[in-house]
């Protein structure tokens, strides 16, 4: 029998707590007609023997292609006319899957909203930021979205699709040699096509927090490697900047006093290491392509 939805989730070396806490959250799901698709990104000595519910499939990849790939993996496995996507570091708000049946039946993407699963004061800050997909404000206050109720991008952790226009639109890039990126250029990808994009709030995704400096640091660094490709897919890099300091302003509006400079903090930090991480990127490709020539 055809389920109605295909959660489809990219899986590479997971916690298990982590692992357990999607997978409870799939499994008391208000509606109960899906199938889950975990796509094993190569790990390495991972079990999967908590995996007992028979709407789950686990599919093992032969070699670390990264999560875009990973998706559109999944994505050709799924029998369901509808996709829903999120990663393994995140858990599902109990009528999620029943709201974005609803919201697709309407329209062909329905974005969620993430919210940061905040556990310190640290994670806290770092949600203020927005990030991914809404952090502690909200989507809203991340991508802009329209007076109708439409908005402009998503965050691959919280995305749905109708399979027919997942498959339109190519899927996502699964060239980028960096986890980040694939989600924006898609959802641009989408927007050049005037495919609408409806904003469900109620599309619920919690998300584990960043809760150390260090990972913050490396998150940074990868998103800014990401930013290079982003910038080689969406020529608009002026609009999309400007985009940024709506947001950091969103941000700090939110921090309040108390969080206030610790936030502005870390959108220097953030700036700075995306930057550097950008400049990474470049002159490794220079380099390549000097090897080359």
């Not at 899986?11 to 707590?17: G, L």
């Not at 070699?63 to 998706?71: E, F, L, Q, T, V």
């Not at 694939?182 to 959802?187: F, P, Q, V, W």
């Not at 640091?217 to 982003?230: A, L, M, S």
């Amino acid at each position: 029998m055809i389920p109605r939805i295909s959660v489809i989730v990219p899986v590479f070396n997971p916690r298990p707590e982590h692992l357990r806490a999607l997978y409870e959250s799939l499994r008391h799901q208000s509606c109960a007609d899906f199938e889950v698709l975990l796509v094993d990104d190569a790990s390495t000595g991972v079990e999967f023997a908590l995996i007992t519910d028979p709407r789950f499939r686990v599919l093992p990849q032969p070699r670390n292609r990264g999560p875009a790939a990973c998706r559109n993996v999944g994505a050709t496995a799924a029998m369901a006319p509808h996709l829903f996507f999120t990663d393994d570091d995140c858990r599902l708000a109990a009528g999620t899957l029943e709201t974005t049946i609803a919201a697709l039946e309407r329209d062909p993407i329905a974005v969620g909203n993430t919210v940061t699963d905040i556990k310190t004061w640290f994670g806290r800050a770092v949600a203020l930021l927005g990030f991914p997909g809404g952090g502690c404000i909200g989507l809203h206050n991340v991508w802009r979205v329209s007076p109708g109720g439409y908005s402009t991008s998503f965050s691959s952790c919280n995305v749905a699709f109708r399979k027919e226009t997942f498959e339109l639109l190519g899927g996502f890039n699964a060239s980028l040699p960096v986890p980040g990126g694939e989600d924006t250029i898609l959802a641009r990808k989408a927007r050049d096509r005037g495919i609408l994009m409806r904003y469900v709030p109620e599309q619920v995704v919690y998300h584990v927090e960043r809760s150390s400096f260090r990972d913050f640091v490396r998150w940074q660094i990868t998103r800014g490697r990401g930013n290079y490709y982003i910038r080689q897919h969406v020529p608009e890099v002026g609009g999309y900047l400007k985009l940024r300091l709506w947001t950091f302003r969103n941000s700090l509006r939110h921090a309040g006093i108390r969080y206030a400079p610790l936030v502005l903090f870390l959108i220097i930090v953030s700036v700075y290491y995306q930057l550097k991480g950008q400049r990474q990127e470049q002159r490794a490709i220079a380099r390549s392509s000097e090897s080359q020539g």
